[in-house]
């Protein structure tokens, strides 16, 4: 079955910092003609960051688009300053955020967060053998974090009672609590 869409027409509605919004007007496979749109995003890394085997920092900090507080693992876009390496993204953003440096960086996952209307790819990372930066660099603007440190069982405990709710984190405590 064929279910490829031809783009026939393609509009910037938005062009900002973090997304760009695409308009798109599409043929269907069975020739009807459809609207689509679509955010376009550079692309993230979302790190698993184990201080030791048994306990995982998470970050609160505050979300605009769901207007409340949430908890993640350390995460971030890849930028300029990464030169299209996504491990220099993962050892930055854990500097800016959480202030260690990985002795051992493993890729877990990737993943598509949100196909439906989004083009951005998430990497997942592990990050083992920690130790703190020597030099910090400057966490985003605006950028407020309280640094958690949790074990596995109040991590599964925190997703259980709601406390956890975003998905690359659910991805990630799930991928730990596999381990053996």
């Given at each position: 079955?064929?279910?490829?869409?031809?783009v026939e027409s393609s509009e910037t509605l938005y062009d900002g910092v973090i997304v760009r919004l695409e308009r798109q007007q599409v043929r269907l496979p069975n020739g009807e003609a459809a609207t689509r749109e679509i955010v376009r995003h550079v692309g993230a890394v979302g790190i698993l960051a184990?201080?030791?085997p048994d306990h995982m920092i998470l970050e609160r900090q505050w979300r605009a688009?769901?207007?409340?507080?949430?908890?993640?693992?350390?995460a971030g876009k890849l930028d300029s300053r990464d030169a299209d390496n996504i491990e220099h993204a993962v050892r930055r953003e854990l500097n800016e955020e959480i202030r260690y440096e990985p002795g051992t960086l493993k890729r877990i996952?990737?993943?598509?967060?949100?196909?439906?209307?989004?083009?951005?790819?998430?990497t997942l990372f592990l990050a083992t053998d920690l130790k703190p930066v020597t030099t910090e660099?400057?966490?985003?603007?605006?950028?407020?974090?309280?640094?958690?440190?949790?074990?596995?069982?109040?991590?599964?405990?925190?997703?259980d009672r709601g406390e956890i709710e975003d998905a690359k984190t659910i991805t990630a405590i799930y991928y730990w609590l596999l381990q053996k």
């Amino acid at each position: 079955m064929d279910l490829e869409e031809h783009v026939e027409s393609s509009e910037t509605l938005y062009d900002g910092v973090i997304v760009r919004l695409e308009r798109q007007q599409v043929r269907l496979p069975n020739g009807e003609a459809a609207t689509r749109e679509i955010v376009r995003h550079v692309g993230a890394v979302g790190i698993l960051a184990l201080p030791d085997p048994d306990h995982m920092i998470l970050e609160r900090q505050w979300r605009a688009p769901i207007a409340k507080a949430t908890l993640e693992i350390p995460a971030g876009k890849l930028d300029s300053r990464d030169a299209d390496n996504i491990e220099h993204a993962v050892r930055r953003e854990l500097n800016e955020e959480i202030r260690y440096e990985p002795g051992t960086l493993k890729r877990i996952t990737g993943f598509y967060s949100s196909v439906g209307f989004s083009d951005e790819y998430m990497t997942l990372f592990l990050a083992t053998d920690l130790k703190p930066v020597t030099t910090e660099l400057p966490r985003d603007q605006g950028e407020n974090l309280e640094l958690l440190t949790v074990t596995k069982a109040e991590a599964q405990a925190m997703i259980d009672r709601g406390e956890i709710e975003d998905a690359k984190t659910i991805t990630a405590i799930y991928y730990w609590l596999l381990q053996k």
